[in-house]
């Protein structure tokens, strides 16, 4: 498959930007396409991608996925964009709404509600057109969570606020992967991982860049947007945080979240080995 028709999916967020921020000054071939987590982990499975930045859930969904392990979107401790609003504590709260547009986030307060917060709320789903802040006011349910641009919007208006990576820090003192590079068996990525490393080189020498345009076209705090970007979100799939995913994976799959046999890539990190492997 020749680099122009690699068909690369990514996601339209605020900590997504220095991952691309050079992407097709490198590599101006390549067929972008831009939508929510949940949108592009549909893509990819649908083969309307060949490489996208999908949920981690996603990935460890599909044991046929490859791995692209130059970088990916990880948090260790607090993350500001993946938050639980809620209008009671979370220990009270008896229904929480999902994103529509997550699938590792809808994951991880699950794990979080039993493991950390030791409760068994409804799970209310949440369509794209309701605004979780209208939800929770009207009663819809007890929490919701929210990810991304709307979170860093939305944060400051309930009385209770808990951001799911420190929440997730707290429990395991380990960091949290969102997201990783996804590649669709059978496509030929080429040096597609060289140009990923160099965009995000490229990104995070403009990271002050990258935060002043977002917060002028997301309507938010230019600081907010820079010590976001700086201090919130790592972009290395370290060995701290492949130790984070696998113990992720673990969990999910005793809950029945996702399958228990990981995709082969992450098999290599679980020790002991997990599962049917």
């Known amino acids: 498959m020749s680099q122009c028709d690699l068909r690369v999916g990514v996601v339209h967020h605020l900590n997504t930007k220095p991952l691309i921020f050079g992407l097709q000054s490198l590599a101006p071939a390549l067929r972008v396409r831009a939508g929510a987590p949940s949108q592009l982990a549909s893509w990819l499975r649908a083969g309307q991608l060949d490489v996208a930045l999908v949920p981690v859930l996603e990935y460890f969904s599909r044991p046929d996925y490859g791995l692209i392990a130059e970088s990916a979107i990880c948090g260790d401790g607090r993350v500001r964009s993946v938050l639980l609003f809620s209008r009671v504590p979370v220990e009270r709260a008896r229904s929480v709404s999902l994103d529509p547009e997550s699938l590792t986030s809808n994951a991880l307060i699950k794990v979080l509600c039993q493991k950390r917060f030791s409760i068994e709320p409804t799970w209310v ?3 794209q057109n309701d605004d979780p802040s209208i939800v929770l006011k009207r009663g819809g349910s007890d929490a919701a969570v929210v990810i991304g641009n709307a979170a860093l919007a939305m944060s400051g208006r309930f009385a209770y606020e808990y951001d799911l990576g420190q929440e997730w820090w707290h429990l395991t003192g380990l960091p949290f992967v969102f997201a990783v590079w996804a590649v669709r068996r059978g496509a ?13 080189r490229l990104g995070l020498a403009h990271l002050d860049l990258i935060a002043d345009e977002a917060a002028r076209s997301l309507d938010l705090d230019p600081t907010l947007c820079r010590t976001y970007l700086r201090q919130m979100i790592h972009y290395d799939l370290t060995d701290r945080a492949k130790q984070g995913m696998g113990l992720f994976f673990k969990m999910c799959a005793e809950m029945g979240i996702c399958p228990s046999s990981p995709p082969p890539d992450l098999a290599q990190w679980l020790n002991p080995p997990f599962g049917g492997r």
Do not use: H, K, N, Y
Not at 188 to 200: F, K, N, Q, W
């Open 125 to 127: 789903a949440r369509s």
């Open 188 to 200: 030929e990525t080429g040096d597609l991982a060289e140009v990923l490393r160099c965009s995000l």
